[in-house]
């Protein structure tokens, strides 16, 4: 089930709403893990099995590393669960990728076409999380089977994060307040992040599926499709976000943000955090720093660093072009401890910017394409190393049609929307202007829904 959909918005979110704010609080989290349970099998109710397996282990497992802490048996349950955990990730996720490399070598084996289970990546991540936290002491061990089902199953952030650390939601697991307030800005949230997925996300998908079309093939059109796939993917995965945090805080959660404006970055460091934030720091705290972080020679360094970008690209898919897309990465943090970043700073902002814009967009090329091949044409097509014109008729009428689009999707990526909202919340017009504003915007997207029908979610194959 889509948070950008009819079933969702007027169905299964008043329902859930209902009976999570008519039960007494010890039941909410029970509200919460019924209904979690509902809108995963929404659409492949066969992997509930898989979500409720992994639930029961996790479970088990941190009531066991909690009791031995301290002692060899609690090491063993935690390789136990980290092993269990990424074997379950890596059969279901990386098996026909694996299979298909090693064919391309000259074996002759038999695909498992195995499906991928929505949302595997991320609460596999959060289930690692919490049995690591309470082998390493920061977190007791959940005694009630309900909260941590609720925890790992939770709806709001389940198939596309943010990637919510047990750590961060232990205490609000047992007390969180409601307020009307919070059910205000949350409601808020929800409704930006429902126009940034529907209103932005999905016309910049429509422009890039033509771009990809085209019979008519030019510099212009290289470069529209790759500003609008990387305006695309932002509005569509920081607009689930949006959706995630704002759903979070109608039940009373508060949970991580995950972006902040990455693309006015200056440098690639900068951008990462920024961007997937909770992504980053899981990686962070779980691979970097036991690996020895910054605290080790500049050789082992790099070392970590490969690893953890590797790691962080093979994440994202199962297809080569990931794990280079994460060496991509990998390559420009190493440059810039060497030289990278002082030049950057030297630089005048909006020059330093233009450049890792220009390091980025190369880097989402990469990130959308089919094959290396197809990677390597597109990068030549964007410089004009294809043969191909400057402006083609077709690509000038895409360019007018969707010229308001990407200045909106272009602005709407930077801080300033943020900035002209925090001043207008100090007026008095904000009394009457955002209620009318948002149920335009509710109206707008509703409208969206009814008559569209290209809504992707680009994270899901995550």
Request: contains cysteine.
């Amino acid at each position: 089930m889509l948070f950008s959909s009819i079933p969702f918005a007027f169905y299964f979110l008043p329902a859930v709403l209902i009976a999570y704010f008519v039960v007494p609080f010890k039941f909410k989290n029970a509200i919460l893990l019924l209904f979690s349970l509902i809108f995963y099998g929404w659409g492949e109710p066969v992997y509930l099995l898989l979500m409720a397996v992994s639930i029961v282990m996790g479970y088990v497992f941190g009531l066991l590393i909690g009791k031995y802490r301290g002692t060899v048996k609690a090491k063993v349950f935690v390789t136990l669960s980290v092993v269990v955990s990424l074997g379950l990730l890596g059969w279901f996720k990386y098996a026909d990728f694996a299979v298909s490399s090693l064919n391309s070598l000259g074996l002759k084996l038999t695909l498992p076409n195995v499906a991928l289970p929505i949302g595997i990546s991320f609460y596999t991540f959060q289930i690692l999380s919490y049995t690591i936290d309470v082998y390493r002491g920061e977190v007791p061990a959940q005694k009630s089977i309900v909260d941590f089902g609720a925890y790992v199953s939770m709806f709001p952030q389940l198939i596309a994060g943010p990637i919510v650390r047990y750590s961060d939601v232990a205490a609000q697991l047992r007390v969180r307040t409601h307020s009307l307030e919070k059910a205000s800005l949350g409601v808020r949230r929800l409704l930006i992040g429902l126009g940034k997925k529907i209103l932005i996300a999905n016309q910049l998908g429509q422009l890039v599926e033509i771009c990809r079309a085209s019979n008519q093939p030019s510099v212009v059109f290289s470069w529209m499709c790759a500003v609008a796939f990387a305006l695309q993917i932002y509005f569509d995965f920081s607009g689930y976000s949006d959706m995630a945090i704002g759903l979070g805080k109608i039940f009373g959660f508060e949970l991580m943000e995950n972006f902040d404006h990455p693309f006015v970055s200056r440098s690639v460091s900068e951008f990462w955090r920024r961007w997937h934030m909770s992504l980053g720091s899981w990686f962070r705290d779980y691979v970097y720093i036991p690996l020895g972080g910054n605290r080790v020679p500049f050789a082992r360094w790099c070392l970590n660093v490969l690893v953890v970008w590797f790691l962080t690209g093979l994440w994202h898919g199962a297809a080569w072009n990931f794990v280079l897309w994460g060496l991509y990465f990998a390559v420009f943090l190493v440059l810039e401890k060497l030289f990278l970043a002082k030049w950057l700073k030297k630089l005048p902002g909006a020059v330093a910017r233009i450049l890792v814009l220009l390091i980025l967009l190369v880097s989402f090329v990469l990130f959308n394409a089919g094959s290396l091949s197809q990677f390597g044409s597109d990068v030549a097509s964007m410089f004009g190393m294809n043969g191909l014109p400057f402006l083609s008729t077709q690509s000038a009428y895409y360019l007018r049609s969707y010229a308001l689009l990407l200045i909106v999707a272009i602005v709407g990526a930077t801080p300033l929307v943020r900035k002209v909202g925090l001043r207008l919340e100090k007026t008095a017009v904000m009394t009457w202007l955002e209620p009318v504003a948002l149920c335009a915007l509710l109206l707008a997207v509703t409208a969206f829904l009814v008559g569209g029908s290209f809504n992707p979610f680009l994270y899901f194959r995550f």
